[in-house]
């Protein structure tokens, strides 16, 4: 699933030219902040967590919702803007167009179509910034027996 979202962000578009420089998967968001801001804006496909909720069934092989939240860390450089203004103005085009690519979307059948979730920075470096917006969306999972 996390491959096809990964692919879908690489086909979105922000003034007719890819949104990222780079997209790819990280198993581990502390991974992905070890990483340098060389070429920017890059995005990072992260799970994040899968909830199970009650069995669904009272007899026969077990049925269960499954709640997925995963994230994608936007990694964009900041160079010659001091007050932040450029960066701030770029990393809003960026989410507003990766939220209109996934909102709504769903990445197989039976997945329900992706909704938002928060966002955060989550690290500040000398060369620019990390943000994570998360997303989710529900699968259902059966037992076997």
């Not at 967590?49 to 860390?73: H, K, M, Y």
Request: glycine share 8%; hydrophobic share 40%.
């Amino acid at each position: 699933m996390l491959t096809l979202i990964e692919q879908r962000i690489e086909q979105a578009k922000l003034d007719g030219k890819p949104l990222f420089v780079d997209v790819q998967s990280a198993l581990a968001l502390s991974a992905v902040l070890k990483k340098s801001l060389k070429r920017t804006p890059v995005a990072y496909v992260v799970p994040i967590s899968e909830r199970p909720g009650r069995n669904e069934r009272t007899c026969g092989p077990a049925l269960q919702s499954l709640d997925i939240t995963f994230g994608v860390v936007i990694g964009l450089q900041s160079v010659n803007d001091p007050t932040g203004k450029k960066g701030n103005a770029l990393l809003e085009s960026l989410r507003n167009s990766l939220r209109n690519s996934l909102f709504g979307w769903s990445p197989a059948s039976g997945y329900t179509p992706i909704a938002l979730g928060p966002g955060d920075i989550v690290a500040m470096t000398d060369a620019g910034i990390w943000w994570l917006d998360k997303f989710t969306l529900t699968t259902h999972a059966q037992a076997l027996q």
